[in-house]
C-alpha cells in the first residue's frame, strides 16, 4: 500500500510531557485518593479533641500538629479532602454540560436560539460571579450545595462561550455539509457529528471549571458562608486556623497549600490534555 | 534583453567554474524518531540552470527545498552537505544563513495568499528586503528606495501607479505572487527556489507568472529550482528534472529524454496517468447514452441567479455581489455536465445551490419534477426524496469526513438514513435486505477498498482513499445524481486516476454526473457536455469534445491556452 505521508504528521510541535505534566499528574492523584479514602486513611478521628494537646507542632503522633482543639490536622485535611473537591466537581460538571448543550445549540441552530442563549450569556456574563455568590448565599443562606447550584449558573456563561465558538469552527467544515446532504436530521448532526469533534474543547473547559469552582468555594467558606463551623473543608480549616500561624503554622499551611496544588495540578494537566487531544484528533490513533 | 541572456551565462561561468548548489547526500530526517523523509539525495545546479524537482506529496521535494535555506521545521534534522557559491550551508549559523536567503537564494513560496504580511504594503515588503541586506556603509537614502521598488515592481509587469502602496488584500492571487516574487528576486540572489509557485493560481494566472519567472530567470540568468507536482510545468520551464519519490531521487534527465525514456517504473507511471487536454484516453471513456432533447432531465436549473452580501447590500441598487448571473443547465439521465471555470466564476456556488447549501436568489432547480430551489419549503417526503437523488462529493478529502468516526460508522449511518428516508419505488429494493456490515463491505468494495479498512478512521488513511470513502457515503444514498466538487483537485496525479475511475464504473452504471472542476484534461475525460462559466454566466454550453476542439468563445480559448503542453513554446 502506497500511503502518503500526511503532513501533519510531519508537525512535532505538539505538547511536550516536560517533567512539569507528570509531577502534576502525580500530585492529582494523590490528592484524588485523598478525596475519595481520606476518611480512612486519616491516622485520628477528625472530631477528637484533646485540648491537653491543642495547637501543638508537627510531632511523631500529630504530623502536621494539632490545631486549637487539640484536633490532628493531617486528619482533618485529610477528611476534608472530598468535601472540598466534590462541590467543585460538581459545579465543573453542571457548568460545562450545560454549557455544552447551549453551545452546540446556539452555534450549530444559530437563528433564534442563538439570540436568546447569547444574550441571556452576555447578561450573565456581566456579573461579578464570587460578588454575587458571596451577597445571595450571605443573604438567603442555603449552605453549601445552594452555592454550588449558583455557581453553576454563574460559571456556564463561560463555558457556552467557548464551546460556542469550537462548535462555529466545525458547522462550515464539509463533513458536516455532507451529513446535511446525506439528509440527517439537524439534531443527530449535532449531537453525533459536531460534539465529538468539541470534545477537546469540552475536557479544557470542565477542568478550567473545576479549577475556578475550588476557589470560588473555597473563598465562600473562607468567609464562613455555606458550611457550618468545625467542618473539615479546607477553606474553612484556613480560616480558623489562621490565628495558629504563630503555634502551628501548617494548621493553616496545609489546607492552604491542597487549594493550591490541587488548582495547579489541575490547570497544567488540563492544558497539557487539550493541546494533546487536539493533535490526536489529526494523527493516527 | 536577449542578447543578455545570451551573453551573460557565458561570462559568469568563465568567472566561476564551480556549480551554484552542490547538495550532496543529503538526508532530513525525524530528530525523535529518525525516520528519513529526505534520503540522501544528491542536486547540482550551476549558473543560470533551471532544474526542476518534481515529485508527489509526501516525496520530501519541499523538505529538500528548507534544509537547503535552513528553514526546516522543528523536530526535523538536515545531514550531508550543501554547497553554496562556495560556502558550506548545513554548518552555517543563523545569522550566516539569513544572510545567505536574500542575498544569495532567493525563496518563493506557494501560498500567496499567506506569504504577505496583510499589515503591510506591497512596496514596504520589497523595500525591506532591500534594505535588510545592504551593508551598513552604502545604506541608500529613503527616496533611492521609491525609486528602486518602482522599478523592482516594473519588472515583474505592475506598472500601475500607486501599486507599491496597495496591502496585499487589494491585490489578486497573481499579483500577490507577483510582489512575492519582486521581494524574493529584490537583492539580485543568484538562485531561486521556487516551491509549487504557482499551485494556488488560476491556469491563466499561472502560465502569466511562470512567463514572468521563466523571462527574469533568463534576463539575469539567475539558477533556478523549482519544486512542483506538475510534470508539464516542469517541461516547459526546465533543464533537467529530477522526480523524486519517498526521500530518494528515482529519475534525473533532461526534458526530452525523460519524456522519451524514462529509467524508472515511477517516472512511467506519473507520465502515464497524465491526463491529456486534446483528447481522450479510451480506458476512462464510458458509453454515455445521446443526448436527447425531448426528454424530461433529471436535473434542469433555470435563470439561477444568486447574490451574496448582508441584507442591506441584497436590497441597495447593486443587489450585493452576484455569483451566479442566469445560469441554465440540463442534466439528462446518465449523462455527465461539466462546469469549467476559474476560481470565482460561480462553480461551487452552482453546487452548493443544487445541494441546497445555499438558497438561490432566484431562478429555478428541478430535480426529477421535484421543485427543490428552496428546501425548507419542501415537504418532508419530497425533501427526503431530493435528499436521496442528490448526493455529493466534495474538493477536500481530508476535512469531508468526520475525524471521531470509523468508516463503518460513517457509512452505516447513510445506509440507515437511506432506509429512514424511505424508497420512492423508482430504486429497487433488492439490496435493502441486506445487513448492514455486509452493505459496508458492498460500499468499500465499490470504491476498490478493502472490507477490513471499515474498522479504520479517516485519519489512517491517505487522500485518495478518503475520497474514495467520501464517494461510497454518497453512493450509500444510491444517488441518480452525483454531484462531483472538484473531487480530484486535491489530489496526487497517480491517485486522481483512481479517484476518477471510481467516478467512471459509477457513471457506467447510470448515476448522471455533476462534474465541477478547473482542469479542462478532467473535464475531457469525465464529462459529455460542458458549461463554462464566467463571474457567474454561462459564456458557452455544448458537446465537451466540441467546446474544447473549436471553442467559440474567448474565455474558453484562453482556458485551453492556459493548459500546460509540456512544451518550452508554451511560456515563449
Known amino acids: 500500500m502506497s500511503e502518503q505521508v500526511n503532513p501533519v504528521l510531519l508537525r512535532t510541535g505538539g505538547p511536550r510531557l516536560g517533567v512539569a505534566v507528570p509531577v502534576c499528574a502525580v500530585l492529582a492523584a494523590v490528592i484524588a485518593v485523598a478525596a475519595v479514602a481520606g476518611r480512612w486513611l486519616a491516622p485520628h478521628d477528625p472530631g477528637v479533641q484533646d485540648l491537653l494537646n491543642a495547637s501543638t507542632g508537627p510531632s511523631a503522633t500529630h504530623w502536621l500538629g494539632t490545631d486549637d482543639f487539640g484536633r490532628d490536622v493531617l486528619s482533618r485535611v485529610l477528611d476534608g479532602a472530598g468535601s472540598s473537591l466534590l462541590g467543585p466537581v460538581?459545579?465543573?460538571?453542571?457548568?460545562?454540560?450545560?454549557?455544552?448543550?447551549?453551545?452546540?445549540?446556539?452555534?450549530?441552530?444559530?437563528?433564534?436560539?442563538?439570540?436568546?442563549?447569547?444574550?441571556?450569556?452576555?447578561?450573565?456574563?456581566?456579573?461579578?460571579?464570587?460578588?454575587?455568590?458571596?451577597?445571595l448565599v450571605g443573604m438567603f443562606g442555603g449552605g453549601y450545595w445552594a452555592a454550588v447550584g449558583i455557581l453553576i449558573v454563574l460559571?456556564?456563561?463561560?463555558?457556552?462561550?467557548?464551546?460556542?465558538?469550537?462548535?462555529?469552527?466545525?458547522?462550515?467544515?464539509?463533513?458536516?455539509?455532507?451529513?446535511?446532504?446525506?439528509?440527517?436530521?439537524?439534531?443527530?448532526?449535532?449531537?453525533?457529528?459536531?460534539?465529538?469533534?468539541?470534545?477537546?474543547?469540552?475536557?479544557?473547559?470542565?477542568?478550567?471549571?473545576?479549577?475556578?469552582?475550588?476557589?470560588?468555594?473555597?473563598?465562600?467558606?473562607?468567609?464562613?458562608?455555606?458550611?457550618?463551623?468545625?467542618?473539615?473543608?479546607?477553606?474553612?480549616?484556613?480560616?480558623?486556623?489562621?490565628?495558629?500561624?504563630?503555634l502551628n503554622p501548617w494548621a493553616a499551611i496545609a489546607p492552604?497549600?491542597?487549594?493550591?496544588?490541587?488548582?495547579?495540578?489541575?490547570?497544567?494537566?488540563?492544558?497539557?490534555?487539550?493541546?494533546?487531544?487536539?493533535?490526536?484528533?489529526l494523527d493516527h490513533d | 534583453?536577449?542578447?543578455?541572456?545570451?551573453?551573460?551565462?557565458?561570462?559568469?561561468?568563465?568567472?566561476?567554474?564551480?556549480?551554484?548548489?552542490?547538495?550532496?547526500?543529503?538526508?532530513?530526517?525525524?530528530?525523535?524518531?529518525?525516520?528519513?523523509?529526505?534520503?540522501?539525495?544528491?542536486?547540482?545546479?550551476?549558473?543560470?540552470?533551471?532544474?526542476?524537482?518534481?515529485?508527489?506529496?509526501?516525496?520530501?521535494?519541499?523538505?529538500?527545498?528548507?534544509?537547503?535555506?535552513?528553514?526546516?521545521?522543528?523536530?526535523?534534522?538536515?545531514?550531508?552537505?550543501?554547497?553554496?557559491?562556495?560556502?558550506?550551508?548545513?554548518?552555517?549559523?543563523?545569522?550566516n544563513m539569513r544572510r545567505v536567503r536574500g542575498n544569495g537564494i532567493g525563496l518563493l513560496m506557494q501560498d500567496p495568499f499567506t506569504m504577505l504580511n496583510p499589515l503591510t504594503t506591497a512596496g514596504t515588503h520589497i523595500a525591506e528586503t532591500l534594505r535588510s541586506h545592504r551593508s551598513r556603509g552604502d545604506r541608500p537614502v529613503r527616496g533611492d528606495l521609491t525609486g528602486e521598488v518602482a522599478d523592482r515592481l516594473a519588472e515583474v509587469g505592475i506598472t500601475q501607479p500607486g501599486a507599491a502602496r496597495k496591502y496585499p488584500f487589494e491585490l489578486s492571487g497573481g499579483m500577490r505572487q507577483r510582489v512575492s516574487l519582486a521581494a524574493a528576486i529584490a537583492n539580485d540572489p543568484a538562485l531561486l527556489i521556487a516551491d509549487e509557485p504557482t499551485t494556488a493560481l488560476d491556469s491563466t494566472t499561472q502560465r502569466e507568472v511562470l512567463r514572468l519567472i521563466r523571462r527574469i530567470q533568463l534576463d539575469r540568468a539567475m539558477g533556478l529550482l523549482l519544486i512542483t507536482h506538475d510534470l508539464r510545468v516542469a517541461f516547459s520551464l526546465c533543464d533537467r528534472i529530477l522526480v523524486m519519490r519517498a526521500g530518494n531521487i528515482v529519475d534525473a534527465a533532461d526534458p526530452v529524454t525523460l519524456r522519451a525514456a524514462p529509467t524508472s517504473d515511477y517516472t512511467r507511471h506519473l507520465l502515464a496517468a497524465d491526463l491529456p487536454v486534446d483528447h481522450q484516453r479510451p480506458d476512462l471513456s464510458v458509453d454515455a447514452p445521446g443526448a436527447d432533447a425531448d426528454a424530461v432531465p433529471l436535473l434542469e436549473v433555470t435563470g439561477l441567479t444568486k447574490r451574496f452580501g448582508t441584507r442591506r447590500q441584497l436590497r441597495g441598487p447593486d443587489g450585493g455581489s452576484l455569483a451566479l448571473d442566469g445560469v441554465g443547465l440540463r442534466l439528462s439521465e446518465g449523462r455527465s455536465v461539466g462546469i469549467v471555470g476559474e476560481s470565482g466564476s460561480g462553480k461551487t456556488t452552482l453546487a452548493r445551490c443544487v445541494l441546497g447549501l445555499e438558497q438561490a436568489t432566484s431562478g429555478t432547480i428541478v430535480v426529477d419534477g421535484i421543485d427543490v430551489t428552496d428546501y425548507r419549503t419542501l415537504s418532508k417526503t419530497d425533501r427526503h426524496r431530493a435528499r436521496r437523488l442528490v448526493q455529493c462529493v466534495f474538493q477536500d478529502p481530508y476535512s469531508s469526513l468526520n475525524p471521531s468516526h470509523t468508516l463503518r460508522f460513517i457509512l452505516t449511518e447513510a445506509i440507515r438514513q437511506r432506509r429512514d428516508n424511505g424508497t420512492d419505488g423508482t430504486d429497487g429494493t433488492?439490496?435493502?435486505?441486506?445487513?448492514?456490515?455486509?452493505?459496508?463491505?458492498?460500499?468499500?468494495?465499490?470504491?476498490?477498498?478493502?472490507?477490513?479498512?471499515?474498522?479504520?478512521?479517516?485519519?489512517?488513511?491517505?487522500?485518495?482513499?478518503?475520497?474514495?470513502?467520501?464517494?461510497?457515503?454518497?453512493?450509500?444514498?444510491?444517488?441518480?445524481?452525483?454531484?462531483?466538487?472538484?473531487?480530484?483537485?486535491?489530489l496526487d496525479v497517480s491517485v486522481q486516476e483512481q479517484v476518477l475511475r471510481v467516478l467512471r464504473d459509477q457513471r457506467a452504471r447510470g448515476v448522471s454526473l455533476l462534474f465541477i472542476t478547473h482542469d479542462l484534461a478532467v473535464a475531457r475525460h469525465m464529462?459529455?457536455?460542458?458549461?463554462?462559466?464566467?463571474?457567474?454566466?454561462?459564456?458557452?454550453?455544448?458537446?465537451?469534445?466540441?467546446?474544447?476542439?473549436?471553442?467559440?468563445?474567448?474565455?474558453?480559448?484562453?482556458?485551453?491556452?492556459?493548459?500546460?503542453?509540456?512544451?518550452?513554446?508554451?511560456?515563449?
Open chain 2, 1 to 95: 534583453m536577449t542578447e543578455r541572456t545570451e551573453t551573460e551565462p557565458a561570462v559568469l561561468a568563465h568567472e566561476e567554474t564551480a556549480e551554484l548548489l552542490d547538495v550532496q547526500r543529503l538526508v532530513v530526517s525525524s530528530a525523535a524518531t529518525g525516520r528519513r523523509v529526505v534520503d540522501g539525495i544528491d542536486l547540482r545546479i550551476g549558473r543560470g540552470e533551471t532544474v526542476a524537482l518534481v515529485g508527489e506529496s509526501g516525496s520530501g521535494k519541499s523538505m529538500t527545498a528548507r534544509a537547503i535555506t535552513g528553514l526546516l521545521p522543528n523536530g526535523l534534522v538536515a545531514g550531508g552537505s550543501v554547497h553554496f557559491a562556495g560556502h558550506e550551508l548545513l554548518a552555517a549559523g543563523d545569522r
Open chain 1, 90 to 135: 460538581v459545579a465543573a460538571l453542571g457548568a460545562t454540560l450545560l454549557g455544552l448543550l447551549l453551545g452546540l445549540m446556539a452555534g450549530f441552530l444559530g437563528g433564534a436560539f442563538e439570540a436568546v442563549i447569547m444574550r441571556g450569556v452576555d447578561l450573565l456574563y456581566a456579573l461579578p460571579a464570587l460578588l454575587v455568590l458571596i451577597v
Open chain 1, 256 to 281: 492552604a497549600l491542597l487549594i493550591m496544588i490541587a488548582a495547579m495540578s489541575v490547570t497544567i494537566i488540563g492544558d497539557w490534555l487539550h493541546g494533546r487531544l487536539e493533535r490526536g484528533r
Open chain 2, 527 to 572: 464529462t459529455d457536455e460542458l458549461v463554462v462559466l464566467h463571474r457567474g454566466r454561462v459564456v458557452e454550453s455544448g458537446d465537451t469534445a466540441d467546446v474544447l476542439d473549436r471553442p467559440r468563445h474567448d474565455y474558453t480559448a484562453r482556458l485551453l491556452a492556459a493548459v500546460p503542453t509540456g512544451e518550452p513554446a508554451w511560456l515563449a
Open chain 2, 430 to 490: 433488492d439490496g435493502d435486505n441486506e445487513d448492514d456490515d455486509a452493505e459496508v463491505a458492498r460500499l468499500l468494495a465499490d470504491v476498490g477498498l478493502p472490507e477490513n479498512y471499515a474498522r479504520r478512521r479517516p485519519v489512517a488513511l491517505s487522500g485518495g482513499q478518503r475520497q474514495r470513502v467520501a464517494i461510497a457515503r454518497a453512493l450509500a444514498q444510491r444517488p441518480r445524481v452525483l454531484v462531483c466538487d472538484e473531487p480530484v483537485a486535491a
Open chain 1, 155 to 246: 460559571s456556564t456563561p463561560g463555558s457556552t462561550r467557548i464551546i460556542r465558538s469550537a462548535v462555529l469552527g466545525q458547522r462550515t467544515l464539509p463533513y458536516v455539509e455532507a451529513a446535511h446532504t446525506v439528509g440527517l436530521p439537524r439534531h443527530r448532526i449535532m449531537i453525533v457529528h459536531v460534539a465529538p469533534n468539541v470534545l477537546p474543547t469540552v475536557v479544557a473547559t470542565l477542568l478550567l471549571d473545576f479549577v475556578a469552582a475550588l476557589v470560588a468555594l473555597s473563598a465562600l467558606s473562607f468567609l464562613g458562608l455555606g458550611l457550618p463551623p468545625g467542618s473539615t473543608n479546607w477553606g474553612r480549616m484556613l480560616a480558623e486556623n489562621r490565628t495558629l500561624l504563630e
